[in-house]
């Protein structure tokens, strides 16, 4: 056990060295911050008294942001609309010194911003603005193009699909043919349910038990059944492995032909998971990059995940919190 203890600690000495693309869709959250101490006479609804609000990486750039956080470098690609939004979206990524030539800009398309609002450490309300639609042609061939001449300077690619048109079956089959000429790289992916044939021959998914209950058709209520959709997942997909995140309950790891493995949670207290599923792609696939087994990068995820349900908005989680609570 001290040497797997040991080997986990090792791969996060070694996050420094990484280099990972992450591909996907691209969001910024909006926090606004306030606290509620009356009902609005105009309709049953709190009054919230604004005192902060701030602007934070989102999606496939809060997955950017916390291999960053861990010490890791990475490169973002996707699209963003020419707007200040996209503004400021360079700044955040400038500030992390993240390249932005992977970003591309369109007008006439907004960036996706989820605004929440919170009071009392509680989310009041949710709003978007998004356009959802695939990407025109020209930006998805700037993409592929951009990935094509620099696929071989990284140690790993995580797609994060949060089905906002970027990751589109058109994508998707061009983006897996650049992937096959290099077998060695691991791609492990976030995926939302629909259309799951754009996440074919991949190296892992990880989806959260209700998508995989999407994925697979099977309603996950026990062990068997857990073990039934994964396996219908893998055979289905052609995919190595599957991580299935399942909240309090932990995670549950099956690869291609072998046991399935749960992994209990190691959160002590859980206040909000927004972008939890984006500290364990990330971790997972440092892990990977490192070379270290499936299962204990799941592990090593696992950890990161406990750190950040423990925060309240959009988190990450460091290296160095990651080895306070590595045993």
Request: charged fraction near 20%; proline fraction near 6%; charge should be negative.
């Amino acid at each position: 056990m001290t040497e797997n203890n040991n080997a986990l600690r090792q791969t996060v000495a070694n996050f420094p060295k990484n280099r990972i693309l992450v591909v996907g869709d691209i969001i910024v959250d909006h926090f606004i911050w306030g606290s509620v101490s009356r009902i609005s006479p105009e309709a049953p609804v709190p009054v919230v008294n604004v005192t902060r609000e701030n602007l934070l990486m989102g999606g496939a750039a809060n997955v950017l942001h916390n291999l960053y956080a861990m010490g890791a470098q990475a490169t973002l690609c996707g699209a963003v609309g020419d707007d200040a939004m996209a503004d400021h979206l360079s700044r955040l990524l400038e500030e992390i010194s993240s390249p932005i030539a992977g970003v591309v800009r369109l007008p006439g398309r907004p960036t996706t911003l989820k605004t929440r609002i919170i009071a009392q450490s509680q989310q009041v309300v949710r709003y978007d603005r998004e356009q959802v639609a695939p990407l025109p042609e020209g930006a998805m061939r700037q993409l592929l193009d951009f990935v094509g001449q620099r696929l071989t300077t990284f140690d790993a690619v995580i797609i994060s699909d949060y089905d906002k048109g970027m990751i589109s079956p058109q994508f998707m089959d061009e983006f897996r043919k650049l992937l096959a000429a290099h077998p060695e790289i691991p791609v492990i992916a976030d995926p939302k349910p629909g259309r799951p044939e754009r996440f074919r021959d991949i190296t892992l998914l990880t989806p959260n038990q209700h998508e995989a209950e999407m994925l697979s058709g099977i309603a996950i209520v026990d062990d068997e059944s857990l073990t039934r959709a994964a396996r219908t997942i893998i055979d289905k997909l052609n995919i190595a492995a599957i991580l299935i995140t399942r909240g309090e309950a932990g995670m549950a790891l099956l690869e291609k032909g072998g046991p399935i493995t749960t992994i209990p949670t190691q959160a002590k207290e859980v206040y909000d998971v927004t972008g939890a599923g984006d500290t364990v792609i990330a971790t997972l696939s440092l892990g990977l990059a490192n070379g270290l087994p499936l299962a204990a990068s799941a592990v090593l995820a696992n950890y990161a995940a406990g750190i950040v349900v423990g925060k309240i908005g959009t988190a990450t989680a460091t290296a160095a919190e990651l080895l306070e609570v590595l045993p």
